[in-house]
């Protein structure tokens, strides 16, 4: 059975770090580009940043770029999302999703971990 | 970025109606768009991939159309378990964006 199990959401004041972790199960997690998607609370679903297999390929939202980092273990089937320099607009539900190859479809998600940003 | 407007943003429906949600993009995505349903407190959840291919293990009454800009999700005989938001996304190009969501209620 395929698992996204996410980790490491709290709280943190404004301005201070935090990172997610995304451990997989249930399927060859080498093989499979990850993404991260947020939503912020009542409202709806953003997509953060994506990272293929190999990692050889990365891309960022705008509204994150140069204070999020998406990394991958693929020996520790994780996924991470390095997030720095953190606003009350990152305040949402953090989920890590598999990309199904071709339409980039997000086949798997994890039951999603909450960021509150507010000091 | 390519944005997606779904509309209605709401709707009320009954047991049994055939009820349809459109999904336009600002741009010609050709049938790179994808469907997700998504209930109170719980991930979003794949219904139909690349316009109209449904996704393993859902249900038949749901399909997808459309290409270019303007695409439909269809919930043919509406269930008590179909009332909840449902999402479109592009996966044309990145960022891959989504539409702000239509809620279904019965």
């Known amino acids: 059975e395929v698992q996204l199990v996410e980790s490491g959401g709290g709280l943190v004041q404004p301005g201070g770090s935090l990172r997610l972790s995304c451990a997989a199960s249930g399927f060859t997690f080498s093989s499979y580009d990850m993404n991260w998607v947020r939503q912020a609370p009542g409202k709806g679903l953003e997509w953060v940043s994506y990272i293929t297999s190999s990692s050889s390929t990365i891309y960022y939202a705008d509204s994150v770029k140069g204070r999020f980092t998406i990394s991958r273990d693929n020996a520790k089937n994780s996924l991470y999302l390095q997030m720095n320099s953190l606003r009350a607009e990152d305040t949402a539900v953090y989920y890590c999703?598999?990309?199904?190859?071709?339409?980039?479809?997000?086949?798997?998600w994890g039951q999603g971990s909450l960021v509150t940003v507010s000091s | 970025d390519i944005q997606m407007t779904q509309s209605p943003s709401s709707l009320s429906a009954s047991i049994g109606d055939r009820v349809t949600i459109t999904c336009r993009a600002s741009q010609s995505i050709g049938r790179y768009l994808n469907w997700y349903q998504q209930k109170t407190g719980k991930a979003p959840n794949l219904l139909i991939y690349?316009?109209?291919s449904l996704e393993s293990g859902v249900p038949s009454r749901f399909s997808g159309s459309g290409s270019g800009t303007d695409f439909t999700l269809t919930i043919n005989s509406l269930q008590p378990e179909d009332s909840t938001t449902y999402y479109c996304q592009q996966s044309y190009s990145t960022p891959w964006t989504f539409g702000q969501g239509t809620k279904v209620e019965i």
């Open positions: 999703a598999r990309d199904r190859s071709g339409y980039q479809r997000y086949d798997y």
């Open positions: 690349a316009a109209s």
